[in-house]
């Protein structure tokens, strides 16, 4: 799914990095990403909070960094 890699890009994120921090096996997003596999709704939501709380965390550091 080109969208899982480009939320991921955006964030600077690697595969490995989305894998531990989500617990789904980095074979697994490789899969999702490259069109061999489809996630379930309930993996996709969960990669969203995972990002979007990625998101929020790099965006408060960047805010500290910045103070």
Do not use: C, F
Request: negative net charge; aromatic residues 4%; hydrophobic residues 30%.
């Amino acid at each position: 799914n080109q969208s899982l890699k480009t939320v991921r890009e955006n964030l600077g994120m690697t595969q490995l990095e989305v894998s531990n921090l989500s617990g789904i096996p980095i074979n697994t997003i490789r899969n999702w990403e490259q069109g061999t596999r489809i996630p379930s709704e309930w993996a996709l939501n969960l990669l969203m909070i995972e990002y979007r709380s990625e998101e929020h965390t790099s965006e408060l550091q960047s805010r500290q960094v910045n103070s």
